[in-house]
Structure formats: C-alpha cells, structure tokens
C-alpha cells in the first residue's frame, strides 16, 4: 500500500513518485490523466508541511505563468494546476526518456548535439518578451 495523494477527483491517478524535496513541500509524481490516459507529471506544492512556506507560493505561481507561456518541443508543455488542502499541483507533460546521469560514455557527437539542443532552449527563454532565467538545468 502506497501514501500517495489522491487525485482521482481532479482526473489522474498517480502511477509512482518520480522525486520529492522536503526542504521546498514538492512531491513529483508519474501520474495517468483518467480521461485521455495519458501519462503526465504532477507537481505537489505542499506549504503547510514541515520546512514549506506560504512565502514560496508565490514563487511557484510566477513559475505557472511563465509555464503557461512557453511552448517549445523542448519544455515540457503546461496541462493544468488545481489547489488542494495545504497548497496546489501543477500538471505537465510528461516525456518519457532516460535521464543523461545513467549514461557513462557519450561519443563527442552525441555531447555536442545535446549541448545544441540545450542552448537552442536557452535561446528561445532569453528571447520571451520578459526573458525568462532558468535556475536549475539538469
């Protein structure tokens, strides 16, 4: 038996959790959208757990607009955000691919053809009509 919240109310079931972050009250979990049953990412900002602040909600709420804004192949596409008891999920996109940590050899193209893609995002925030700065590239 898991401890997973409960969104079946909102449309998603949660299939696992994906990572979480005490210190900030984010939980992110791999979810299903009952309806489409596709596969999505829901971020669980939970404020009023332990090491959270209301304070940070704002943060986030600047975080959603910005989302909201973008549309690039690259980004994971903003679906939707609803409140809950002690805070709010953001849904997103989910792209189902390896993470670059579990590689342990890359062939000097395949290193450049991901630092292109990675920049090419980074040109396309810089040229939003408010330049977007991303904080924690992975």
Known sequence: ?????????????????LGHNNIGGRVTYLAKNIKTHKN?????????KLGATWAEYDAYSQ???????LNHPGIPQYLDSFQTADGFCMIQEY????????FLMWQPQEIKQIAISILEI???????????????IK
Do not use: C
Not at 40 to 48: D, E, G, L, W
Not at 95 to 102: D, K, L, R, V, Y
């Open 95 to 102: 792209i189902n691919a390896e993470s670059a940590g579990t």
């Open 122 to 136: 980074l040109v396309y925030l810089q040229n939003q009509p408010q330049p977007v700065i991303h904080r924690d």
């Open 40 to 48: 999505v990412v829901i971020k669980q900002f939970q404020f009023a």
């Open 63 to 69: 975080e959603i607009a910005v989302l909201k804004s």
């Open 1 to 17: 038996m898991n401890n997973y919240s409960n969104f079946s109310d909102q449309g998603y079931q949660i299939i696992r959790e």
